[in-house]
């Protein structure tokens, strides 16, 4: 792999205390319902982790890959369901997790999905959320930081399969 140059965006203690701050209001949010907590992989690995271990409720875990990007930075607008979820979500409040919003296909595709398949409601949890790129409007419940229109690696995200295991957010610098 070429040298990568990436410059610090958000440092692990702004990390920490924003996923606390985010869970403290989703614990109060859910309180006395029902939730599933459905993590967006692979990108959301490591806020998933950090953020349920926040939420003071009891709450199921599931999974879902869901892609629109193959193997390049862009993506190409059609979506797929790489690792389906084995939930039933019929009266469930769904929390998706999911590390980075920017045209919002992929996350629109999978709150259809959801929907179709019973959900009672869909709230969303987004570690860093690029409006400036969305294509197509999605609610976002839960923000952890709104960023400019880079392309940004590390705690989970990731350039060509590399990068996730920063424990901070960088920008990538591709020139």
């Given at each position: 792999m070429e040298n990568l140059d990436c410059s610090l965006v958000?440092?692990?203690?702004?990390?920490?205390?924003?996923?606390?701050?985010?869970?403290?209001?989703?614990?109060?949010?859910?309180?006395?319902?029902?939730?599933?907590?459905?993590?967006?992989?692979?990108?959301?690995?490591?806020?998933?982790?950090?953020?349920?271990?926040?939420?003071?409720?009891?709450?199921?875990?599931?999974?879902?890959?869901?892609?629109?990007?193959?193997?390049?930075?862009?993506?190409?607008?059609?979506?797929?369901?790489?690792?389906?979820?084995?939930?039933h979500f019929a009266d469930k409040h769904i929390l998706v997790i999911e590390d980075i919003v920017d045209t919002g296909i992929t996350l629109n595709y999978l709150q259809g999905q959801l929907k179709s398949r019973g959900a009672q409601d869909i709230s969303v949890a987004v570690l860093l959320d690029k409006p400036a790129r969305r294509k197509v409007a999605v609610e976002i419940a839960y923000r952890g930081f709104e960023m400019e229109n880079q392309y940004y690696v590390g705690y989970g995200l990731d350039y060509r399969g590399h990068l996730r295991n920063l424990p901070y957010i960088a920008k990538l610098n591709l020139a």
């Open positions: 958000i440092d692990a203690p702004a990390i920490s205390k924003r996923v606390q701050e985010m869970g403290e209001q989703i614990t109060a949010d859910f309180a006395g319902r029902p939730l599933l907590v459905l993590g967006v992989l692979k990108g959301s690995l490591c806020f998933i982790a950090d953020l349920v271990r926040t939420i003071n409720l009891t709450y199921t875990i599931d999974f879902v890959g869901v892609s629109s990007y193959k193997q390049g930075s862009d993506s190409d607008g059609k979506v797929e369901i790489t690792f389906d979820m084995a939930s």
